[in-house]
């Protein structure tokens, strides 16, 4: 579709429905309430151990945390202290989640976008970017790399905010790429879960989205600081409607895509801050809905071609505090997965995804196309930002299982009717763990037999005898159902699970 400038101008005004801000406001307020938020920071400054230790047993309970407890764990200065913090991350990563890294991988479809968010290599001011959106068959053509080259399961497609890449195009790129099917080895692979990655919609377009059968519908706040959200986000443009975007999940909800996935931008504003952010918008949704969000991003700031703005690093998060913060999302919202991304270097990824992370992207491209026209990792001008970490997928899923940790490439949630309050009900008694252990050791097994190289095959198969083996000490029960299922697999049969 062509578009005109006075199409896309008149496009940009009917785009935010005021009603749909409106109707969640709460005596005319948002639930951001920065003195609130800045003042809990202020005074829980200095805590003690005791109060530290207490904070930690409680959240070993495995309860959202008070936003008191989280600004507190929030303010430690003893590296001890910190020590401690991080040893309760990752046990109760264990607990919720034990050694499970669920895998997907980007799809973006076009990088042409009305917005001039500042710090992105696609906003509309940026004169190098070279715009381009996929035509259906090229969608079609970088599912088929994804599907039968790497081995993807799941994959978040990603929109910028244009006319040109709106409602009806998303409906048809999301039907293609569920409608591609790859024949390998004798079996039909095919992408079992398309998440997506858009800008705020509204409830119509997300009713839409929702009967196309996709998992989790994401947007990141960016900042959850007004005063930097208006900074950097043009005040003309659709994106400088900060309450636009932050009631986009209730709209999602409401609209009956329950699996929503929240984030924070870190390097825009003070990371304590947006850490405070995400746990009053998880608190929020739990409040009005009964659930909190699915997932939990932490994105961090990246170079983008000719982004002057990324020069300024008054906010810049360092390793060790992006550490720290991945530790208190982990401890302070239990039962959010929390993605870590590409962005990130493999040496850091390595470290943080003991900590408190449960799901990594893998082979990432990010260029427009990137995973069927070009042999290059990176081309500046065709993506949002540079990538920290290129690595294939089975080197990935060999360094996890050199590590203890099993690659899931588990769909079932979803698929089952297990998402919104359904799933958080499940993971707190222990239900949906036992669906994630048998679904993680079926589709690892397929992977396994289908994409891992010779020397991942033999890490692989290490770890599985181990996980199998836990399997039967934890669920002797269902031991037996699930061995059944796993000879299956190796008989040839595809896409069983619980
Ligand atoms: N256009 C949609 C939007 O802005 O919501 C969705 C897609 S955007 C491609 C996905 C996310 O990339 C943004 O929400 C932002 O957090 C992140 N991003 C943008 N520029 C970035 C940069 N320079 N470094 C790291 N992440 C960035
Ligand atoms: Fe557009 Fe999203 Fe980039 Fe902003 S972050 S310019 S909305 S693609």
């Excluded at 046990?91 to 991988?105: G, L, N, P």
């Excluded at 599907?147 to 244009?162: A, F, P, S």
């Excluded at 998440?195 to 996709?214: D, F, M, R």
């Excluded at 997932?295 to 906010?315: C, G």
Aim: charged share 25%; hydrophobic share 35%; with cysteine.
């Amino acid at each position: 579709m062509e578009t005109t400038l006075t199409d896309t101008q008149s496009w940009i005004q009917e785009r935010i429905k005021q009603d749909e801000i409106v109707k969640y406001l709460r005596g005319g307020k948002d639930f951001i309430d920065e003195a609130v938020l800045q003042n809990t920071l202020r005074k829980t400054k200095n805590p003690d151990k005791i109060k530290v230790d207490a904070i930690l047993e409680k959240a070993l309970s495995l309860s959202t945390l008070e936003a008191e407890d989280t600004a507190t764990l929030l303010n430690v200065t003893d590296g001890e202290l910190w020590n401690k913090i991080f040893t309760v991350a990752a046990q109760i990563k264990r607990k919720v989640y034990d050694r499970r890294i669920v895998t997907f991988a980007p799809l973006y479809t076009g990088n042409m976008c009305v917005n001039d968010c500042l710090y992105c290599g696609f906003r509309c001011g940026n004169t190098v970017t070279e715009r381009r959106v996929l035509t259906i068959d090229e969608i079609k053509k970088e599912t088929e790399i994804l599907v039968g080259t790497i081995g993807h399961k799941r994959l978040i497609v990603v929109y910028g905010e244009h006319p040109q890449t709106d409602i009806e195009y998303m409906i048809n790129s999301i039907r293609a790429i569920y409608s591609v099917t790859v024949q390998k080895g004798g079996h039909d692979l095919y992408i079992r879960r398309v998440n997506v990655n858009a800008s705020p919609l509204p409830i119509e377009h997300l009713k839409e989205i929702k009967s196309l059968g996709i998992g989790v519908y994401q947007v990141f706040q960016e900042t959850y600081h007004k005063k930097t959200y208006t900074h950097i986000h043009p005040k003309e443009t659709i994106k400088g409607s900060y309450l636009w975007r932050l009631y986009c999940m209730h709209r999602a909800i409401e609209s009956g895509l329950e699996d929503v996935g929240i984030g924070a931008l870190f390097g825009l504003y003070d990371w304590k801050f947006e850490v405070m952010g995400l746990l009053y918008h998880a608190r929020e949704l739990e409040r009005v809905f009964g659930f909190g969000p699915h997932t939990i991003s932490i994105p961090r700031l990246e170079p983008a071609v000719n982004t002057p703005f990324l020069q300024d690093r008054k906010y810049h998060v360092h390793d060790e505090d992006f550490k720290k913060l991945v530790a208190v999302l982990r401890i302070s919202i239990p039962y959010a997965g929390l993605i870590l991304t590409a962005r990130e270097s493999a040496l850091l990824r390595r470290e943080v995804v003991g900590i408190g992370c449960t799901q990594m992207d893998a082979s990432t491209r990010i260029g427009i196309g990137a995973y069927s026209e070009t042999a290059c990792e990176q081309i500046s001008e065709r993506q949002q930002f540079m990538l920290g970490d290129t690595r294939s997928l089975d080197e990935i899923v060999g360094e996890l299982a050199d590590r203890g940790s099993i690659t899931s490439f588990c769909t079932a949630g979803y698929r089952c009717g297990r998402t919104g309050k359904h799933i958080m009900d499940s993971l707190k008694t222990g239900t949906e763990a036992m669906y994630c252990k048998m679904n993680a050791i079926l589709t690892f097994r397929e992977w396994l037999n289908d994409f891992a190289s010779p020397a991942t095959k033999q890490k692989g198969e290490l770890l599985l005898h181990k996980e199998i083996h836990d399997l039967k000490l934890k669920y002797p029960n269902e031991y037996d159902e699930c061995m059944g299922y796993y000879q299956q697999i190796m008989q040839g049969k595809r896409d069983i699970y619980f």
